[in-house]
């Protein structure tokens, strides 16, 4: 096991590119805002720290995109790079250094790694089935191919099944190959690539993902990839646009995107180190000697992630990852983002709104877990900044200091009292146990928690009636609450680094809230500071109003063609069942019930796909275990009946259908929120045949 953060040894967190191909949304930003709050997080716990990522400028949707425009590839790919420069900081991600694939660094660091794996015998030249287009007359790279997905049977891309299960795809896999390029069918031929040994590396993944540190998706997911047996990987592609192969036989052949673009990585780190030097930051100590390397990534990149990347790591030998949280995506009222079809929030929208950022990086790290998929709509958006931000920090934030400056000119001359600092000391264990978890959600409780107790323990005390009858005493509660704003300030910094910053000022505080340690949560204040003003400022109810008729207008017009034939719900098939029901043996079967429901009675219960996060038996219970359950929406706490029945340290990622509108019960002290559905005397848990998402409805 890995020692917890604060280490001895630097730390790298990284983000998943983004492919320089179009604008930048609230999908995205969840990533990038969740690995910059991670990392400013650990600094605040004192372990060095580099943030990097770049833009990933390869592949054949930007070679397509590029070609469509009438421009090259590169220039491009090289405006949306610019632009995403320009995007990141305004919303206070602030990497260490952010560069692109097709730099210098990226090339040569991945024609050198990629000649080392094929020096140490785990490259190899194949023939294989490549699309081919007679009427284009040439070979197809991945996206340049749509077809049948070979595992699942759904809509796939040449190298993803994005519309289905998600598998990476190798070339040749996919079944009725289309040419994107004509739209005509196309037709396999044979063609030599090169080839990764990936299945050489089973065992060793294995290992690797028994010590991964992250979210549980990202350690389950690929174990079944593992038991399915590996595939060997091709890792070049037949167009121009990209690194070339470095070696014999692939003159006229370019890297697979997914090679180069995880190695930006290492070539960020390293640029980051020559532009600060070695003595300040030594990216090979972190990559090559004993470092922290966190990725935070998207979920539908977890088997590059996990898979692919560490086998490639471990051939050339680099460090792996000590971690990799994969982040859930974002929907639209309860609808999948669509930048094809403009549904989405856009990150230049949301400024042009007039929005400050750090509301959007406090709703997009504290709704949900980290790997939780979150519903963005405006008035959860406005209920989360004025209940919390509004209606619990910054009251606490203004009331005390503005008491503070009237009454004292600043900081009571006092100490702080041993109850308020403990609770203080509470939140900062709260804080590091939320890092060393990988919790986001966590970290921003612990502030907002502080902050609520602030404002309960000054109603509590009520100052205002002690400055005349018992002084002391008031300038005792002040300093208390000072010490509490101060502490909240530090705490909160790394989701909301302009607002804490703020606050850092009206306290009077030198420097850098950033630069501040948990431990300074606990340093007295400035003596004297001016009078502050208020940080945040509540969403009138028009103005979501407002919002919400924009985004009613996109939805509206993304889903006209996905609501057709949706009566088709209310239909019954009895002869369906009956079939279905004839193949089982009925003698030992619980009779059915002769008293019918009518159809309005079952749209009353509320049925979602879970996927179970955590399981426990109950002490003292025979049979019940403990079961949190992601429903998309939130994480819900499940007593089930099942500790005898499954191996419960196995049941972390597997899907459930959850009885979600169930009334609560206590069973042996603990709180169930709902139930989980299961088949049987052995509670064979229900689960999804296909590929439904957490958080879906049963119908």
């Excluded at 040894?9 to 910059?36: E, K, S, W």
């Excluded at 990497?95 to 660091?109: C, I, R, V």
Aim: glycine share 8%.
């Amino acid at each position: 096991m890995s020692n917890d953060f604060p280490t001895e040894t630097p730390a790298v967190v990284t983000c998943g590119l983004p492919y320089a191909n179009g604008d930048l949304h609230v999908g995205h930003l969840r990533t990038y805002v969740g690995g910059d709050a991670f990392a400013r997080a650990l600094e605040t716990l004192g372990q060095e720290t580099a943030y990097v990522s770049g833009s990933d400028m390869h592949g054949t949707p930007v070679a397509v995109n590029a070609e469509q425009e009438g421009v090259e590839p590169e220039d491009f790919a090289l405006e949306w790079h610019d632009q995403y420069e320009e995007t990141f900081p305004k919303f206070n991600v602030e990497f260490d250094n952010y560069g692109h694939t097709h730099d210098e660094t990226n090339t040569e660091l991945t024609q050198e790694i990629v000649r080392t794996l094929d020096e140490e015998g785990y490259v190899y030249e194949k023939e294989i089935q490549v699309a081919y287009d007679p009427d284009a007359d040439q070979y197809l790279p991945d996206r340049y191919v749509e077809g049948t997905c070979p595992y699942c049977g759904e809509k796939a891309r040449g190298d993803e099944c994005d519309e289905g299960c998600q598998r990476h795809l190798e070339p040749g896999e996919v079944e009725d190959p289309r040419s994107t390029i004509t739209g005509n069918d196309a037709e396999y031929r044979e063609r030599a690539h090169k080839f990764f040994a990936v299945s050489e590396f089973a065992d060793y993944l294995t290992e690797f993902l028994d010590g991964l540190e992250g979210t549980s998706n990202a350690r389950n997911q690929p174990r079944q990839w593992i038991e399915d047996g590996l595939q060997d990987w091709c890792i070049t592609r037949d167009m121009d646009w990209g690194i070339d192969y470095p070696g014999e036989g692939g003159e006229d052949l370019v890297l697979y995107v997914w090679v180069d673009a995880p190695i930006e990585y290492i070539a960020s780190t390293k640029q980051y180190t020559e532009r600060v030097g070695r003595d300040e930051y030594d990216w090979e100590q972190v990559w090559k000697d004993e470092g922290e390397i966190v990725h935070i990534i998207g979920r539908d990149i977890i088997q590059h992630h996990t898979i692919f990347w560490p086998a490639m790591l471990e051939g050339a030998g680099y460090n792996a990852p000590r971690a990799v949280a994969a982040t859930g995506f974002i929907t639209i009222n309860g609808k999948g983002l669509s930048t094809s079809r403009n549904r989405a929030i856009w990150a230049k929208e949301y400024l042009e709104e007039g929005f400050h950022p750090d509301l959007l990086r406090y709703y997009l790290t504290t709704t949900g877990g980290l790997q939780q998929d979150v519903d963005f709509s405006w008035d959860a958006f406005q209920e989360k900044v004025n209940g919390e931000l509004v209606g619990t920090v910054g009251n606490f934030w203004y009331r005390s200091l503005l008491f503070a400056y009237r009454n004292y000119e600043g900081t009571p001359d006092t100490d702080v009292s041993e109850d308020v600092q403990e609770r203080i000391e509470g939140a900062i264990g709260q804080t590091r146990e939320a890092v060393n978890d990988y919790d986001l959600r966590e970290l921003g409780r612990a502030a907002t928690q502080l902050a609520q107790f602030g404002n309960e323990y000054i109603q509590r005390n009520e100052p205002w009636k002690l400055t005349d009858d018992e002084p002391e005493r008031a300038a005792q509660v002040i300093r208390d609450c000072v010490q509490i704003a101060k502490a909240v300030g530090v705490l909160l910094e790394p989701i909301a680094p302009d607002k804490a910053q703020a606050l850092w000022e009206q306290l009077g505080e030198d420097g850098a809230v950033a630069d501040a340690h948990l431990e300074d949560a606990l340093e007295a204040p400035p003596r004297n500071f001016d009078e502050p003003g208020e940080l945040f400022e509540k969403i009138e109810d028009d103005r979501v109003d407002e919002l919400n008729e924009k985004l009613a207008e996109r939805v509206a017009a993304a889903s006209d063609d996905e609501d057709d034939g949706a009566d088709a719900e209310t239909e019954s098939d009895d002869t369906a069942a009956d079939e279905a029901g004839s193949m089982a043996d009925t003698d030992d079967l619980e009779p059915l019930a002769d008293e019918r429901i009518e159809f309005e009675d079952f749209q009353d219960v509320d049925i979602r796909v879970g996927r179970i996060e955590s399981a426990e038996g109950i002490e003292g219970a025979d049979d019940l275990a403990r079961l949190e359950v992601d429903i998309g929406f939130e994480t819900r706490q499940v007593v089930a009946g099942i500790k005898q029945l499954h191996d419960l340290e196995e049941l972390p990622g597997e899907k459930c259908i959850l009885l979600a509108n169930m009334a609560k019960a206590e069973l042996f002290g603990v709180e169930s929120n709902g139930m989980i559905l299961a088949a049987g005397e052995e509670a064979d848990l229900l689960t999804t045949h296909g590929d439904a998402e957490v958080g879906e409805k049963v119908r």
